[in-house]
């Protein structure tokens, strides 16, 4: 299914679905929740553990975060949307 990190396939070698359907920016959606949420947990629970002492260690590690995550999760992200997209709207022609 994948050619590289973030190419896949034009289409399915077994069953020629085509794997480009709406994928990239599917997976951007889900991309930016899951940052998202990542992010904000970091910060809140590091204003937690610290009292709100630990300023820079938590913005620094948030905008690490913010940086990382997509990068390392578009794969996945793409991955669950192709999924999500072939059971709730399968191409024409598929049993």
Not at 39 to 52: F, K, N, S, Y
Not at 63 to 73: E, R, S
Request: glycine content about 10%.
């Amino acid at each position: 299914m994948w050619l590289s990190w973030w190419e896949t396939a034009g289409d399915c070698p077994t069953c020629e679905i085509s794997l480009d359907r709406h994928g990239w920016l599917a997976a951007m959606w889900i991309n930016t929740w899951f940052t998202m949420s990542v992010v904000m947990a970091w910060i809140i629970g590091g204003l937690v553990i610290t009292r709100g002492e630990g300023g820079i260690w938590v913005t620094g590690g948030a905008i690490w975060l913010a940086l990382l995550v997509p990068i390392v999760m578009y794969r996945y992200a793409k991955s669950l949307m192709l999924r999500l997209l072939f059971r709730l709207d399968p191409p024409e022609g598929t049993p």
